[in-house]
């Protein structure tokens, strides 16, 4: 069956400047440069001794810093919570092979740089040990699955931009209810691109690619794994609470995807299993674009849609 195409909207369009923490929803446009970096994950907390990536699975307070961007491109963090009130504004320190070190995220292990003492006092301070932010070292580039020919990519767990639909939120609320569980917002399962009309629940699951022409440039997002989805997407994205019942921990949005036929292994990439919610996708930009210069992702914007016959995915009922 060949790929048929059709238009998709997109709803809503966001990053996440520092890994783990708070997602901004609602930016003006998802800004592609040359690389196909676009400001997302530029930053992340690394234990000091380590380099370990730090994340909301084991340290929900995460949730607790809320990030902004100045007009500049400065990114400002604010910690409000336990009575305390701080903020931290993020100066781009210049990288040097003096403030470059080890970091990793997962299985990768690469180089990020020291974004210096004070930042580092900050975030130590909250978190109640010796912590750095670093930034995504130009000199050592990160790419996606260490292949230089699929693109750069900055500390997101492994690929560039997630992609989900307002229509599969929509349907895990009906579960939800159907649960008696309290609904969830999209911003719940902090995805970069929210498609809106022109698809149905869980059709991000069948789309190959995405295209959007501006201005005679052809930016292609290409489809690459289902994302397995972890405890981060039933903790509270403004209290970093978690329910529980009983004493013990509950995953309220877990169990409904569980529940409704949404675990299964990957086709592909290590036939890895999980729970899917959403789509990663990875970005080609176009060759002739010129240094300097973006292509940028709004909401509204009209996207072309390639459909596969299959999802990429099969449930663990199937083989």
Known sequence: MAEVLQEVEVADVGISPVKSMGFLHGVEALCFDEEGLFGDREFMLVEA???????????????????????????????????????????????????????????????????????????????????????????HPRFVNNNPDIGKVGFADGYQLLVASQASVDRVNDWLDEADEEPVSAS??????????????????????????????????????????????????????????????????????????????NVGNGDKRGTFFGQNFRIVMPEDMEPGTTINLQTGATLQAAITEFPNWVPLDRK
Request: contains cysteine.
């Open 188 to 265: 719940q399962f902090r995805a970069g691109l929210l498609l809106g009309q022109g698809i149905e629940a869980f059709g991000e699951d069948t789309i190959g690619s995405l295209k959007l022409c501006v201005g005679g440039l052809e930016l292609v997002l290409e489809r690459t794994k289902a994302c397995d989805r972890c405890i981060i997407i039933d903790t509270d994205q403004d209290t970093g609470e978690r329910k529980m019942v009983d004493g013990r921990l509950a995953t309220p949005l877990m169990k409904v995807l569980k529940a409704n036929g949404r675990s299964g292994r």
């Open 49 to 139: 001794e380590t380099g370990k990536f730090i994340s909301q699975r084991q340290d929900p307070i995460l949730t607790q810093f809320e990030i902004g961007q100045r007009d500049d491109g400065v990114v400002f963090l604010k910690y409000r919570a336990l009575g305390k009130e701080s903020e931290y504004y993020l100066h781009t320190i210049e990288e040097t092979d003096e403030n470059t070190m080890d970091v990793a995220v997962h299985t990768w292990r690469g180089k990020g740089v020291d974004q210096g003492d004070g930042a580092a006092h900050w975030a130590s301070e909250i978190l109640g040990r010796d912590v750095k932010i670093v930034r995504r070292s130009e000199n």
